[in-house]
């Protein structure tokens, strides 16, 4: 394989590569980038079983071929290179990288021992407009739980909403839950519902945050593919069955409350100073949120708010509360309440698209 | 602080606490020597020993077997926790009418700032005696006291007050009081404190305090210069009153290094139990669960868990415990010594959960079911209502477990460091089936 490249692109190439190798590899051959040189493009892919990245840049093959290197000399010598032509070439031993007056050696790994990466092949299945896509990771993704003794909850629920011809994403570690509904164009009628790692999506966010590109999504062999640009993540699927969700969702006949975002955010963040969990007291015209810890201190602030329904004290983790709020996606924010001991639902203002429910605590 | 008055710090100390507690339960111990930790055919330590127990050379912190050598006639106890816990609740309640600013110092002793209440009260000499003699007429208990300008001063007047006297030294006199005492008697000198210091040919504290500190500095470390300034009977460390407790710790020595693991986890859920109660009746709960192993051969190891959701439910606490535990566990190696450590507290609350099914509102359950049996224990006593796989780990039903101790002794036994440990062991309590017992709150 003999390739040159433009650094700048071949530098880009191999960090995006490398979100894909994990931290803590279990087999040495994980650590590595795979590169392939076929047909003018150069392309490097990596994975960690659970998640794998392929990803493409042009370039000038002088000589195909394939070989495995370890990713992080590979990103670490790109990311120090000067500007210019880069050449690769691999040997028998060593992947050889050029550049003005540089030669760098890096020790090859069996291409064969690299486990199949999967290629994109045919047409999406839908495709989301890539800044709906990424907040939508965003709001729902803090949900996610990271008990692995209960890998369903460690996933996001990716499920087709014939009504509206769109797709919902929601996550949840039990204590509370959030989800969001997406539009897509395309059809969603192929799509089959999945659990995809929490993990997963976050990386997709990230890969997708740096494009205006729309994220195209397709089932290929059980496993959830993304497509941004010359980017294709692809995932596998967590087995299993997702909670029934529908049936939580308060009905709020007890009381409602709307206030701004900003402000509810910044009176949970001075609460939180002072305990872990918020009595959340919601009167005629305010709230009034408190937190103590015993022997350390206490808060107690009163913010105003268009209330309507019943006077009630509630409970909250004060980090499941904020995680909440802060995801609202308007500057309003609309509460609604039907028991201290039952769920509350946060959302945007005016909107179904988002909605966040969280289990109280009970106060002693 | 008042500026111009000097400072007034009170130490006051039980004397022989929990052996004065015994003999207040059990009248017949009056004068005979009491040994305070168990048997001495067990493994233990003395916890606490009377002035006649003490005249044959027996000490706290003594292995009991080394104790039942020099005076195999003395009374050997397991010890009531429960009991004493009450007492030194009773006696906080006394010190509390009088001042605020009360640091406690473990189960049987405590600091209180006086300088405030001369208005109220009177000069702080004649406060000390109305404390002394309310505790005596009360509680029927013997206190010794110290006052002066300082911490130090007045802990060490207590020490050279006891048995059952009170010690003053006034504003000017902390450096000529100490001068004669032997260096031992300051807080902080232990046995190998004590002989690098003779090796320098310094046997009081006046020649301690004649000392430069640098000298003692080079000697000691830091801890030098702190133990100079004491020396002179200087010391401006404020009181520490109701300091949070950072963790909570119960851990247990098995009478015999043990192989038999689910002995172990059993008495993990126990600790798990403890430690749960002691959080719960502070009103806290732990974001951060550890357990300590110790092998047969002293090798000793903790494991950490943190959690996303605060608890104060054993259940909880115990299953991570257990996973850590499994963490920790070489098989085919004895164990001696397994504890458990709560950390990262915060203000309790329970956090329910969404989802219908066999877990559904179990937490919640769980919370109440917890509530009942603690308000139970707080009347009957601990050992009232046991779980089925610990009923067995009592002292008073099994043999194998030699004791439980506090991660200190302090009051709410709660307030221990993570590292756990204490000095003396204490029982676990038994059964209310002595006469005489308090009506509540053990």
């Known amino acids: 394989m003999i390739v040159s490249c433009d650094r700048e692109k071949l530098n880009s190439l191999v960090q995006t590569a490398l979100r894909g190798v994990s931290s803590r590899v279990t087999m040495p051959i994980l650590s590595g980038l795979l590169i392939n040189a076929e047909s003018g493009e150069l392309v490097a892919s990596s994975t960690d079983l659970e998640m794998s990245i392929r990803t493409r840049v042009e370039a000038s093959v002088k000589e195909s071929g394939s070989t495995v290197v370890s990713g992080k000399l590979l990103g670490d010598i790109m990311k120090s290179l000067p500007p210019g032509e880069v050449t690769v070439e691999s040997g028998e031993k060593y992947l050889v990288v050029r550049s003005t007056g540089g030669e760098y050696r890096i020790k090859e790994l069996m291409p064969e021992d690299f486990p199949q990466i999967p290629v994109w092949s045919g047409d999406a299945s839908f495709k989301v407009q890539g800044g709906s896509f990424i907040s939508a990771i965003h709001q729902t993704s803090r949900a996610s739980s990271s008990d692995e003794k209960r890998p369903v909850l460690t996933g996001s629920l990716i499920e087709k909403n014939l009504e509206s011809s769109g797709v919902r994403m929601v996550a949840t570690d039990s204590y509370r839950l959030a989800w969001k509904d997406v539009e897509v164009s395309g059809s969603v009628a192929e799509w089959e519902d999945c659990i995809i790692p929490t993990k997963t999506l976050n990386e997709v966010a990230r890969l997708a945050g740096g494009s205006d590109a729309d994220v195209e999504t397709k089932m290929q062999d059980k496993q959830a593919m993304f497509r941004i640009g010359t980017m294709v993540v692809t995932s596998r699927l967590i087995e299993g069955q997702f909670p029934n969700y529908k049936q939580l969702i308060p009905k709020g006949e007890k009381t409602t409350v709307v206030l701004a975002k900003e402000d509810l955010v910044a009176v949970v963040r001075r609460a939180m100073i002072f305990g872990h969990n918020i009595r959340f007291g919601v009167y005629s015209d305010h709230l009034r949120l408190t937190t103590e810890t015993p022997e350390v201190g206490d808060s107690k602030e009163e913010i105003a708010a268009e209330v309507s329904g019943e006077e009630m004290e509630i409970g909250f983790n004060a980090g499941y509360l904020l995680d909440g709020v802060l995801a609202v996606d308007t500057e309003k924010i609309e509460m609604r309440f039907d028991d201290p001991q039952k769920p509350a639902l946060i959302k945007d203002f005016e909107s179904e698209e988002f909605k966040y429910i969280i289990m109280p605590v009970r106060l002693r | ?442």
Not at chain 2, 134 to 163: F, N, Y
Not at chain 2, 413 to 431: F, M, W
Request: aromatic residues 6%; contains cysteine; hydrophobic residues 40%.
């Open chain 2, 1 to 442: 602080m008042n500026a111009t008055k000097p400072r007034a710090i009170l130490h006051i100390d039980m004397d022989t606490f929990f052996c004065s507690v015994e003999r207040l339960l059990d009248p017949a111990l009056e004068g005979r020597p009491v040994i305070v930790g168990g048997d001495p055919s067990q493994r233990g330590v003395v916890a606490a020993c009377s002035y006649e127990a003490r005249a044959f050379g027996v000490h706290s912190a003594m292995p009991l077997a080394r104790a039942g050598r020099l005076c195999p006639q003395a009374v050997y106890l397991r010890g009531d926790f429960q009991a004493y816990l009450y007492y030194s609740r009773r006696v906080r309640d006394i010190l509390c009418e009088y001042t605020p600013t009360i640091e406690p110092a473990g189960i049987d002793e405590a600091y209180l700032d006086l300088t405030g209440c001369r208005l109220a009260f009177g000069e702080p000499a004649v406060v000390v005696r109305e404390i002394r003699a309310r505790i005596a007429a009360e509680l029927g208990l013997p206190a010794s006291a110290g006052l002066s300008t300082s911490k130090v001063v007045s802990k060490v007047g207590s020490k050279v007050a006891k048995p059952n006297g009170f010690v003053e030294v006034p504003p000017g006199g902390e450096a000529g009081f100490l001068a004669p005492l032997p260096v031992e008697k300051l807080p902080g000198v232990g046995p190998v404190c004590s002989t690098t210091l003779t090796d320098l040919g310094i046997r009081t504290v006046g020649d301690l305090a004649l000392l430069p500190p640098e000298a003692l500095e080079s000697v000691l470390g830091s801890w030098g210069r702190v133990l100079s300034e004491h020396a002179r009977g200087e010391d401006r460390r404020r009181l520490e009153p109701g300091r949070a407790p950072k963790s909570v710790s119960r851990e247990t020595t098995f009478d015999n290094d043990t192989i038999d693991y689910e002995l172990v986890r059993c008495t993990l859920l126990l600790l798990a139990e403890k430690c749960c109660r002691a959080l719960r009746a502070d009103g806290l709960a732990t974001t951060r669960i550890a357990v300590k192993l110790r092998h047969s051969d002293f090798r000793t190891y903790m494991k950490f868990r943190t959690l996303k959701v605060p608890t104060d439910q054993e259940q909880t606490v115990f299953a991570a415990a257990g996973e850590l535990f499994e963490g920790l566990l070489e098989r085919g190696v004895r164990i001696r010594l397994v504890g458990v450590a709560l950390s990262g507290l915060v203000g309790a609350g329970c956090q329910g959960e969404l989802f219908e099914g066999p877990a559904a509102g179990r937490s919640l359950k769980l919370d109440s079911l917890n509530e009942s049996i603690d308000r139970i224990r707080e009347r009957f006593g601990f050992s009232s209502i046991l779980r089925g796989s610990t009923s067995e780990l009592l002292p008073d039903r099994r043999s194998s477990l030699r004791d439980t101790i506090p991660g200190r002794l302090h009051e709410a036994a709660s307030e221990g460091s993570a590292a756990g440990g204490g000095g003396a062991a204490v029982r676990v309590p038994q059964p209310a089936t002595r006469s005489g017992r308090p009506p509540r709150g053990c």
